[in-house]
């Protein structure tokens, strides 16, 4: 089992950042591929960002590339996901998500890929 807890969302204006970070405990030892998700208000889940701990590639959504970089701490078992150039589009909740197995590509944008999920974090950004 895999135990996730994202920290780092609040209000921000348009055009300024925040950095998501997500705790990671239990059997990190296993874990390979970790993404980033979002679910802004009355819409579904999407994939923003996901990341092959083994490997180091990653993916973006075509909506937030060259704004937002995940990156790990493999060290610390920290997940992370630094959001510039913010959008009023950007608000919802981010959720953290992990699985022992990676998929290529897109595929690590995808909510069938993830096993495990954290709580979310709150972001609103505002225009």
């Known amino acids: 089992q895999v135990q996730l807890v994202e920290s780092g969302g609040g209000s921000v204006e348009a055009g300024g950042s925040l950095r998501l970070s997500c705790a990671a405990s239990?059997?990190?030892?296993?874990?390979?591929?970790m993404g980033w998700f979002r679910q802004g208000p009355g819409k579904g889940r999407e994939g923003v960002a996901g990341i092959d701990s083994r490997s180091g590639s990653t993916y973006y959504a075509e909506s937030v590339k060259g704004r937002f970089t995940i990156s790990e701490d493999n060290v610390k078992n920290t997940l992370f996901l630094q959001m510039n150039s913010l959008k009023p589009e950007d608000t919802g909740t981010y959720y953290c998500a992990a699985h022992f197995s990676c998929y290529d590509g897109s595929a690590k944008l995808e909510t069938w890929a993830y096993k495990f999920w954290g709580q979310g974090t709150q972001v609103a950004v505002s225009s």
């Open positions: 239990g059997a990190t030892f296993s874990r390979r591929c």
